[in-house]
């Protein structure tokens, strides 16, 4: 029989209100009794009952992740920083890839309401999701506009998109071509786009750019076959950027003599597989560091609605692609 918790009470010598305190650490209790009580508990392999104290202090210690994809380096190194500061601040991570489908989204919300998360970190990609506005749930964006009553941090995506642009024309490239994702996705990335046509039509130069939504090889395709001139790509992740520079070998163009590409996040796994990118490093940590202190505080009702957007600063990194 699995041991409760007047078991425990009676090998540590104390009642099971004394217990109980112990494991809700509620109240006044004696490093001597609490010490019985641990010891008790190993001696009879005794693991409280995670769901009867949620209910006892009313929060589960749960928080809900939800993205769009794990495999994508970016949001892989952003969840698994995410996971630890929860960890280390005692809640667990419910995970839901929701691989951008807002079906999907739909369900994972619905689910991790029916678990009574303490609150949700989301950054899919469906726009116009009405369930993430839950007035009694706190609620944080990465890098996505959720609603506007739900705080989002990000970083700084226009520096970025200036830095990146502004190095390439600083390298004697005119025929720039930017490659980003829908525009139609309510997100602050959608501001490394802004920055490019904005550092292009400062410079006279022509603004040129194409969307991807998954198909990355094919758009490149058909990038450089209708622009034979580009002489540089500034995209908008890594990935791209990656796809751009197997492409621009095939058709034989010299990197970076004759041609330049410049991505964007700087993952740890990106610099570890492909060190020659320049690229635009975004604060990963950081940005995990931030969401889960405003998350927390949001949860704790210790929150301060006077900023509803958080932007980090970015990181141009110069390698051998530029």
Known sequence: MKPKISDVAKVAGVSPT???RVLNNRGYIGEKTRQKVDEAMK????????VARSLFIKKTFLIGVIFPTTTNPFYGQLIF?????AASLGYKILLCNSQGQEDKERSYLRMLQRNQVDGI???AHNRGVKEYDIPTLPVVGVDRYLSENIPVVSSDNYDGGRQATQLLINKGCRNIIHINGPIYLETPAN???KAYEDVMKDNQLPPITYETDGDNQAVIKQLFDENPRVDSIFASDDLIASAVIREAKLRKRNIPSDFKVIGYDG????????????????PIREIAEKTIDILTKEINEEGDRSQMETILPVR???SETT
């Open 18 to 20: 004394t217990v109980s």
């Open 43 to 50: 001696q009879l392999n005794y693991f409280p009952n995670d």
């Open 81 to 85: 920083h995410i996971e630890n500061i």
């Open 121 to 123: 970190i989301a950054g």
């Open 191 to 193: 501001l490394r786009r």
């Open 267 to 282: 993952t740890e796994t990106t610099r570890l597989l492909l060190p020659e990118l320049s690229t635009i490093q975004q």
């Open 316 to 318: 141009l990194i110069e």
